[in-house]
């Protein structure tokens, strides 16, 4: 029943910056908690950042101080801007969440699709 949707992914030269959003719709009670991954051919899905209400968001070292991680309570949303992109970062970046509904207290993860970030030399 929830879904989330990225989007915001494109081309961009290096030292550029593109604004990254997943939205998530549906039968939500809450997100605990929302992260965004990145994952390039040949690589595992690695953790870029996590924003939790309530704490100081986590940023992977690789990213720290070009990114910013960033939500939208009220639009069941999160943010991922990014700046001074280098073409390492090339990737398609992926958006979870905790999402608590009224048919399971718990909660549990769900996946967006992910979108394509593409960084020039």
């Known amino acids: 029943q929830v879904r989330l949707v990225e989007s915001g992914g494109g081309l961009v030269q290096a030292g550029g910056s593109l604004r990254l959003s997943c939205a998530a719709s549906g039968s939500i009670f809450s997100i605990n908690t929302m992260n965004w991954y990145r994952q390039t051919p040949g690589k595992q899905r690695e953790l870029v950042a996590t924003i939790t209400s309530g704490l100081s968001p986590y940023y992977a070292d690789f990213v720290k101080g070009r990114f910013t991680i960033s939500r939208d309570n009220a639009k069941n949303t999160v943010y991922l801007q990014m700046n001074s992109l280098k073409p390492e970062d090339t990737a398609v970046y992926f958006c979870?969440?905790?999402?608590?509904?009224?048919?399971?207290?718990?909660?549990?993860?769900?996946w967006g699709q992910g979108t394509l970030v593409t960084v020039s030399s």
């Open positions: 979870a969440a905790w999402v608590v509904t009224t048919a399971n207290a718990d909660g549990r993860s769900y």
